[in-house]
């Protein structure tokens, strides 16, 4: 059965591949301006910077300076604070990206990775502002608004997973950076480079789930639809209370699409991804709960 059902799937969405030719193909071209404006734009030029800053020593300034913060919050060191700050600041999936790259340099150790992810890949501002606030919700202030409860619920997520953990590894996975300083044009080229391979992922993930959200040949019901896929799901919503309190939710739980797009990053160094399923499923909750109580404020 574990077998069937995958290869079911796949020859269902090929079905309708075939049945549907030209709206996968508007999907493709949908999700490729998409990217060409907004994802590429957005996310390029933070991955290039982010992984320059980490090559050239950003992470350990941020022990100290973040240390009194994430001590009492995460039960965590000061460099964690990086990845989360990466992803409340770049968005999606940048704050995966920032945690996965801190383990391969051997910074964090790996159950401080696998626990930061599941609360530090979230949605950046300009989206919830410009894209859900002004332009779905219909005011800018709203997407202020739904920007807080989603940084809240990333906080209060992270809390309650470090908490969970009893036990916790040594701060460091046995691995250590050499001494030696980067210099300037290696780590510039390197970054660049990683940054291009890492949008080339991302994009391909954008892509294939605007067309899986367009095959259906009726209109997908609003959670499912921001289950599968995050912006197509917030791009059905209306304004008024009940399009604000599904925009926290479908946010806070990010879609499949996001989370492909994180694990296809995290992969290469070989974390586990079950702390990213529980945190987000919690995030969605207590967006949704945040939200009800925010919508007073509106």
Request: charged letters at 10%; glycine letters at 12%.
């Amino acid at each position: 059965m574990k077998k069937f059902l995958p290869a079911a799937a796949v020859l269902g969405v090929a079905a309708l591949l075939l049945l549907r030719p030209q709206e996968a193909a508007a999907a493709v071209r949908d999700g490729l301006g998409l990217c060409a404006g907004t994802v590429i734009p957005s996310l390029f030029p933070f991955f290039a910077v982010i992984s320059l800053l980490l090559q050239l020593g950003l992470a350990e300034s941020l022990q100290s300076i973040c240390g009194p913060l994430m001590k009492p919050l995460f039960r965590m060191r000061g460099i964690c604070a990086l990845p989360l700050l990466a992803g409340l600041l770049g968005g999606y999936p940048s704050g995966a990206k920032t945690a996965a790259s801190l383990y391969e340099q051997g910074r964090i150790s790996r159950q401080e990775a696998e626990l930061l992810l599941g609360f530090c890949d979230n949605c950046g501002p300009a989206f919830l502002l410009g894209y859900v606030g002004a332009g779905i919700l219909g005011d800018l202030r709203t997407g202020a608004v739904l920007f807080a409860v989603h940084a809240l619920s990333a906080v209060l997520t992270g809390a309650i997973l470090c908490r969970t953990v009893s036990s916790r590894e040594p701060a460091y996975s046995g691995r250590r950076l050499s001494k030696k300083p980067i210099p300037f044009p290696q780590a510039l080229t390197s970054s660049v480079s990683g940054a291009a391979g890492s949008m080339l992922n991302i994009c391909a993930f954008v892509v294939l789930f605007r067309v899986l959200a367009a095959l259906p040949p009726a209109q997908m019901p609003l959670p499912l639809l921001g289950v599968l896929e995050m912006v197509s799901g917030v791009a059905a919503l209306t304004p008024g209370k009940a399009g604000f309190l599904a925009a926290a939710a479908i946010v806070g739980w990010g879609g499949l699409s996001v989370h492909c797009q994180a694990l296809s990053l995290t992969a290469p160094a070989g974390l586990s991804f079950r702390w990213h399923w529980a945190g987000k499923a919690v995030q969605a909750a207590l967006s949704a709960i945040l939200a009800a109580g925010a919508w007073m404020l509106l």
